[in-house]
């Protein structure tokens, strides 16, 4: 999809640069051994009981209260997962340097509901295909994590779904300069979490995960969704 025109937002910082601290406390490791298929599917369970990131709820209470006040563009994006033997791993895109908003950051593919969707889920869909060619039905949506509101301005829903195997990946590379997998036992373990302290040119605190793996610097809300997967799936290990 094209970008209109619109002021970026911008913390202001190095988000690189900023000091952290492993956010692991009192979370444990999802060891390899149980990360199954069917373990991530029971996670989907209508009746399973869980809580979201303590942090990121925070987060979105202090945006809901702002937005009763400013304009917000709903969006939604899809975690995808792809079993590789028997191994998962997620796919992660790095966005094209030329975009107007998030140009170079780490992201799944996904985008602003446009007036032609179904839903949010088919905006994720639809997303997908356009980004790095994946069609619908080589998706198999399994459920949708909790929405939240970004530090830019838009209302995120997002959905989590496995690809075929057999899916072919075709990058528009007008949006996506990357497409890489990053094991999914890597990111459902809260010591390769960290959690970083920065004071915005405003003066206010701002606190953000990141999850570097291999060069990549997976941050913000692309973090925050990955968290919440973790606390998800995680609920089924103790249950």
Do not use: C
């Not at 937002?9 to 640069?17: H, K």
């Not at 966005?95 to 908003?101: I, P, V, W």
């Not at 459902?188 to 979490?193: G, R």
Request: glycine share 6%; charged share 20%; no cysteine.
């Amino acid at each position: 999809m094209t970008e209109p025109l619109r002021k970026p937002i911008t913390p202001g910082f190095d988000v690189q640069a900023q000091k952290w601290t492993v956010a692991n406390e009192n979370l444990h490791a999802i060891s390899p051994s149980v990360l199954t298929a069917s373990l991530i599917e029971r996670a989907f369970d209508h009746g399973l009981v869980w809580s979201a990131d303590a942090l990121v709820h925070q987060w979105n209470e202090a945006k809901i209260i702002q937005y009763q006040s400013e304009s917000y563009i709903d969006s939604a994006v899809l975690m995808p997962l792809v079993k590789r033997d028997a191994e998962i791993f997620v796919l992660l895109t790095k966005r094209s340097e030329k975009l107007y908003h998030h140009p170079g950051q780490v992201s799944f593919p996904g985008g602003r509901v446009e007036d032609g969707d179904i839903n949010p889920q088919h905006t994720a869909l639809r997303e997908t295909f356009e980004e790095i060619g994946v069609p619908t039905q080589a998706v198999t949506v399994l459920g949708q994590l909790p929405e939240f509101y970004t530090g830019t301005g838009f209302l995120l829903r997002p959905y989590v779904g496995w690809l075929a195997n057999t899916v072919e990946i075709k990058t528009d590379q007008v949006e996506v300069a990357e497409v890489f997998h990053v094991p999914l036992a890597f990111l459902m373990d809260p010591a390769n979490h960290r959690l970083h302290h920065a004071i915005a040119p405003d003066g206010n605190e701002r606190y953000y995960y990141s999850m570097p793996w291999n060069g990549y610097f997976i941050w913000g809300a692309t973090a925050n969704v990955i968290r919440n997967f973790y606390h998800r799936v995680v609920a089924v290990v103790q249950d």
